[in-house]
């Protein structure tokens, strides 16, 4: 008799293609894994409006769908729209009062606004908004990962971010993050489960814990 296979949809960080998920792997019996990507958001278009959207891409029933930083927010905004068997967010933030400081800031000056995002040209800026390094071995290793560079997704994905209204965590929602994360550094709390040693980038970098553990997640 052929087992029921569970889907799995990834939706990688901002800016960052899903190659960043070239390493996670699953029992192939019992879990079929599908990748999703970023498109280019309309003018002005809103985080539930590309919420709608992408969960258009969700091409089954009761799937599990992992989001990783600002892919997490976007998780969590599909949720409110669509039925989930689990949602799993890495590397992200449970509500806006996570966010850290200079991106609270960042809202009440509306200083997002005039960031140089048209200058996002080059692999180490663009890393340092994807995963939030800037150490040359560590860039020239993503460098492959970097995939939309548009200012106009740009300038959306950070007002996003940092305009984000969640007030609370999300009850059914499994949140996952690395105590080492320097751009959500105030993540690890309230039934978090704690990567030791995770950075922003643990999706990567930490691949082996998660092919160990998210069969054990998915299922509990």
Request: charged share 25%; glycine share 4%; with cysteine.
């Amino acid at each position: 008799m052929n087992r029921v296979l569970t889907h799995v949809y990834l939706m990688p960080g901002m800016a960052a293609n899903p190659t960043i998920f070239e390493y996670i792997k699953l029992p192939e019996d019992k879990y079929k894994i599908h990748w999703l990507e970023w498109f280019l958001p309309k003018k002005n278009e809103s985080l539930t409006s590309y919420a709608k959207r992408m969960n258009e891409e969700i091409k089954h029933d009761n799937v599990v769908l992992l989001g990783v930083s600002f892919g997490g927010i976007l998780a969590q905004e599909m949720r409110k729209y669509k039925d989930f068997k689990k949602i799993i967010v890495v590397s992200s933030i449970k509500s806006r009062h996570e966010l850290p400081k200079r991106m609270k800031l960042a809202k009440y000056t509306k200083i997002y606004k005039i960031l140089p995002t048209h200058l996002v040209k080059n692999v180490e800026t663009l890393a340092k908004y994807a995963f939030g390094e800037t150490m040359k071995k560590r860039i020239d290793n993503y460098r492959r990962y970097l995939y939309v560079s548009d200012k106009h997704y740009l300038d959306w994905s950070i007002k996003q971010i940092v305009c984000w209204d969640q007030e609370e965590p999300m009850d059914d929602v499994i949140y996952i993050h690395g105590d080492k994360d320097t751009v959500f550094p105030n993540s690890c709390t309230d039934g978090t489960i704690v990567v030791k040693g995770g950075t922003h980038a643990m999706i990567i970098t930490k691949y082996h814990w998660f092919n160990e553990n998210l069969p054990n997640i998915i299922e509990s």
